[in-house]
């Protein structure tokens, strides 16, 4: 089912509005706060997924509590802009576990821009020198490190829908 296709309606809209708060809850928890019966809710939730606009449901972790307390972006130039030079750095960047989100960006010098969590500076530089400095293309590389997340979100805003 495409996306553009599904029409979201309060019901809708409310249901993705807890589960990005609380994606664990079972669907009886999730009629219960919804206000419909359990049986319709978990159509709707069906229905959502097979359209992709939900995609899953994770646990959020607490990266300082974990032991990963240095968040970096990292801008990333590259040497050549081909299709296939960029396939094979996002083939080498989804294989390290210490990148959490990657972008193809523009209007900067670089060309991809990541969040990573380590432990400290000498994780950091490991991971940099072992790994990001190693994949083929990579010309530049600039980073910025993290002293306070003031907005760290996950939810999407749905007052546009």
Request: aromatic letters at 6%; hydrophobic letters at 40%; charged letters at 25%.
């Amino acid at each position: 089912m495409k996306t553009d296709s599904v029409k979201l309606d309060r019901y809708d809209r409310h249901i993705l509005e807890i589960l990005q708060q609380e994606g664990g809850l079972s669907n009886l928890e999730l009629a219960e706060r919804v206000g419909l019966s359990p049986s319709p809710c978990s159509r709707r939730v069906q229905k959502l997924e097979e359209a992709g606009i939900i995609r899953g449901r994770a646990v959020l972790l607490d990266s300082k509590a974990l032991g990963l307390g240095l968040t970096v972006m990292i801008q990333i130039s590259m040497d050549r802009h081909t299709p296939e030079r960029f396939e094979k750095f996002e083939a080498a960047i989804r294989g390290f576990e210490e990148v959490q989100q990657c972008y193809l960006i523009t209007g900067q010098s670089a060309d991809y821009l990541l969040k990573v969590a380590v432990p400290d500076m000498d994780h950091y530089q490991a991971f940099l020198l072992n790994k990001i400095t190693r994949i083929e293309g990579v010309s530049g590389v600039h980073s910025s490190f993290v002293m306070r997340k003031v907005v760290d979100a996950t939810a999407l805003p749905l007052n546009y829908l």
